[in-house]
């Protein structure tokens, strides 16, 4: 029998986010083919890794299962991130980088410190002894630095799940390092294009994976647990993402205040935690919306709430693609969407199985309020969302790395 192939995964956390689900069932799928699988977190730390599967083997001596959203497990997050750095001599051995990047950004009018950190991390974390036949960065930042400069492997891969120039990257920041990668695997089209227009040199070896999602286990576990029991039979909107800039929520609080000032009964209800909570909470308050427009938190099993929502709502500044959004349109949920990369793809035009609009609270009050109007609209829409969905077939693209060159 021959022997097995082993495989890396490097991730940066495992928070509950997009690309961490994401990760996770690519993990099953590699199983299943029989790659030896491992997995490597860089900073340690994340609760979503009791998700992780079977059969995967955790690299981390030390891990700590605490979220990295909420304040407080952040504290414990950056406390471990500042020891990293400081290993090695990386932040000394990198602070020309970080001064000339920090003034890079200074000039744009973009500092974005998270970024600066990423190359000291990977540079203060020590090898991996092991040597792979594919190794992956499945996320920007630490871990894309990390597999191309400190893991032994024969090929190696890595993933982007964000629009590259929107999300602060640069080439300056790389340094080169996808020279030393052998496939990029983007999420979506627009998150390709946007890698293609930063690194033209690399088309050839940039490709398109869609993200992998279990329908029968979102289907399941929607059907789990016992979602919103407060009584109200209003119309329900759901949004699932983390508290971020990136997700610019505060348009979706003002468009709720613009729903009500408009004579409709609605809540809202945003699932997940992060740093923009202080801020996003004074909006709510701001706009006279406290009591309908909810910051509940990381629902652990959030299938049950999107199950019971009469409108999905998904409007950011600018996405990958949305995994959220995928798992709204597996429970046959009417969608609407931001006009904004990342989210053009996930929905067919002229009102098929979503609406799309312009990413203005007024133009998000005017597609949640056509879809209040119109009962039958948003049975339709969920209907042919339900439809769509499709096997992924993408793995293969991956696979095929491992039978190409060996890396000198």
């Not at 000394?92 to 003034?103: C, E, G, I, S, T």
């Not at 600066?116 to 974390?125: E, F, N, R, S």
């Not at 945003?270 to 009591?291: A, C």
């Not at 499709?390 to 491992?402: A, F, G, H, M």
Request: hydrophobic letters at 35%.
């Amino acid at each position: 029998m021959a022997e097995s192939k082993k495989c890396l995964f490097v991730i940066n956390t495992m928070g509950h986010g997009g690309a961490e689900v994401a990760l996770i069932e690519l993990m099953k799928k590699m199983i299943g083919l029989g790659f030896e699988t491992h997995l490597y977190v860089m900073l340690g730390q994340g609760d979503l890794i009791s998700r992780v599967p079977e059969g995967v083997k955790l690299l981390n001596k030390r891990y700590d299962s605490r979220d990295v959203l909420s304040k407080t497990e952040k504290r414990a997050l950056y406390r471990h991130t500042l020891s990293i750095v400081l290993s090695r001599f990386a932040l000394a051995r990198d602070l020309p980088y970080m001064v000339k990047n920090y003034r890079r950004m200074r000039k744009a009018g973009r500092v974005m410190p998270e970024k600066l950190l990423w190359k000291p991390v990977a540079d203060g974390t020590a090898p991996i002894k092991e040597e792979y036949d594919l190794a992956v960065a499945f996320i920007e930042g630490a871990s894309t630095y990390y597999v191309a400069e400190k893991v032994r492997s024969k090929t190696k891969a890595a993933f982007f799940h964000i629009d590259y120039g929107k999300s602060g990257y640069t080439r300056e920041l790389d340094r080169g390092c996808y020279e030393k990668i052998d496939g990029v695997f983007c999420v979506s089209d627009e998150t390709r294009k946007s890698f293609v227009e930063a690194y033209p040199e690399y088309r050839d070896k940039t490709f398109v994976f869609r993200n992998i999602i279990d329908t029968d286990l979102i289907r399941a576990k929607a059907d789990e647990g016992p979602g919103f029991d407060d009584g109200y039979d209003g119309i329900r909107i759901v949004t699932l993402g983390r508290l971020v800039k990136q997700k610019a929520l505060e348009k979706s609080i003002e468009a709720l205040s613009v729903i009500r000032k408009r004579g409709y009964e609605a809540r809202w209800y945003v699932f997940g935690e992060g740093e923009e909570r202080p801020f996003l909470e004074k909006e709510i308050e701001r706009f006279g919306v406290k009591d309908s427009f909810f910051l509940p938190g990381v629902a652990q099993n959030p299938y049950p709430y999107v199950k019971q929502a009469d409108i999905y709502a998904h409007c950011s500044e600018y996405e990958g693609q949305s995994i959220a959004v995928r798992e709204a349109q597996v429970l046959g949920k009417p969608i609407v969407l931001s006009d904004s990369n990342g989210n053009r793809g996930q929905i067919s035009g002229g009102e098929a199985d979503g609406i799309i609009v312009e990413f203005t609270a007024e133009r998000i009050a005017d597609g949640i309020e056509k879809l209040i109007l119109d009962p039958g609209l948003r049975e339709r829409l969920a209907r042919t969302a339900e439809a769509k969905q499709q096997s992924n077939d993408d793995i293969r693209k991956l696979i095929e790395l491992t039978k190409g060159k060996k890396r000198q």
